[in-house]
């Protein structure tokens, strides 16, 4: 069994899903399984360096507030910055239970081939087009990153990346370089490598449940078959689960997937309760975005530089919505059809009488709804996803006719 939170060389390709927000956290430390005091010294850090720069951001908007083409392009900046604080927030506080789901994924998750080749062909896909698509991401955020970061060397004056206003002569040397310098470090390191380490973290652990639902339906499907024997067999040789000293094969089958459901239950409940704040200031980041990128786009000057950062500043926030959304969908659809694989199962020949009640309380107990949502506001689904451009849409519409007047 590998070692907790070794995931390098698992083959398994499900958990490798794991690989990509590990390497961009641990860069960062904020890794759940990597606490001691100088990771949580550098976290705090990190975090009152955000909340320097959002502060300067806030005092722009203030003192801008009659422009709406200067309030939208530093709001586009002030929104991601504000989810950087609130996610690096999360995985602080929340590392303790982050650690404790981790471990439970590397030591009692089935491996893919639990479920046959054709599962494990089907997982493997699935997992790829999650890779990608957080890959697309992070290029996505890093051309933003760049884009605007850049803008101080493309005019050849004294502005900042970030549009904000300090308390004291930021534009005369050496503070400027220094306020410089710390802008470009901050949006990098900590906005861009916090939020995509989160946000993968987040699709890392959703796609790992999605993952063990689809086993679970697919092994809980030979109950009442002749394949029973071998697919218990495949179970205890993983050592991902305790071994059940029953004669009747069906039923030690079901006994190990009632075990995985519990811990599978467990699991949902506890990410819905770390990510639900920052699910919701997603939510909320996401509505703010897409307008004020859509503002931009239509009202300021835009030259290629403008135009390829803010693109791929609207693009990447489409695409981190839709990972929630479609992820959070993926979790709740597969846990609602567990209880009609269990129905869906050859339990007709099945001769034990108890192991078909068993098989019926099963069924009652797995109807409770599986969900996560942001803050109980909304649950994130596909309906959520077009809520949300409905309403940014809205907003956008509003805020037009406003600078039109």
């Avoid at 550098?42 to 320097?52: A, G, K, Q, S, Y």
């Avoid at 507030?65 to 927030?89: G, H, L, N």
């Avoid at 239970?97 to 089935?110: A, D, G, T, Y």
């Avoid at 639902?213 to 024997?229: A, D, E, M, P, R």
Wanted: aromatic letters at 14%.
């Amino acid at each position: 069994m590998p070692k907790t939170g070794d995931i390098f060389p698992l083959k398994d390709p499900v958990k490798r899903a794991l690989f990509i927000p590990k390497l961009l956290l641990e860069s960062t430390n904020f890794w759940p399984e990597k606490r001691n005091f100088l990771t949580k010294a550098t976290n705090w850090l990190m975090l009152l360096i955000c909340v320097f720069i959002e502060s300067g951001q806030i005092a722009f908007v203030v003192v801008n507030f009659d422009d709406i083409t200067k309030i939208a392009s530093a709001m586009s900046t002030v929104s991601t910055t504000f989810q950087a604080i609130t996610k690096m927030s999360v995985l602080y506080f929340y590392s303790h239970k982050l650690k404790n789901v981790l471990r439970l994924i590397w030591h009692e998750f089935w491996p893919a081939e639990v479920g046959g080749a054709k599962i494990a062909s089907q997982l493997q896909l699935y997992n790829k087009i999650i890779i990608s698509a957080a890959i697309t991401m992070f290029i996505s955020g890093v051309l933003f990153a760049f884009g605007f970061l850049s803008s101080p060397l493309r005019s050849g004056s004294r502005i900042l990346p970030f549009e904000a206003i300090y308390p004291f002569e930021w534009n005369q040397s050496p503070l400027y370089e220094i306020i410089y310098v710390v802008e470009w470090m901050t949006n990098i390191a900590f906005i861009v490598v916090g939020i995509c380490g989160h946000d993968y973290l987040f699709v890392g652990i959703c796609s790992n449940i999605v993952g063990q639902y689809i086993l679970l339906k697919s092994v809980v499907g030979n109950l009442g078959t002749k394949q029973v024997s071998e697919v218990n067999r495949r179970i205890e040789l993983t050592k991902t689960t305790h071994f059940v000293k029953v004669d009747d094969e069906n039923a030690k089958l079901l006994r190990l997937c009632i075990r995985h459901h519990v811990v599978l239950t467990h699991v949902c409940e506890e990410v819905a309760t770390i990510f639900s704040f920052s699910s919701f200031i997603q939510l909320f980041s996401s509505v703010t975005a897409l307008c004020m990128a859509a503002l931009i786009m239509t009202f300021a000057e835009v030259d290629v530089a403008l135009f390829t950062a803010v693109s791929s500043y609207l693009f990447g926030h489409l695409l981190q919505l839709f990972l929630f959304c479609t992820l959070g969908n993926e979790v709740i659809d597969h846990a609602n059809k567990f209880p009609s694989e269990i129905f869906a199962s050859e339990w007709y020949n099945i001769d034990d009488v108890r192991i078909k009640k068993d098989m019926l309380f099963v069924m009652q107990r797995a109807q409770i709804d599986v969900k996560i949502s942001a803050m109980g506001v909304r649950t994130l689904d596909f309906q959520t996803f077009i809520g949300v451009l409905r309403l940014s849409f809205s907003f956008y519409t509003m805020l037009s006719k406003l600078t039109d007047v």
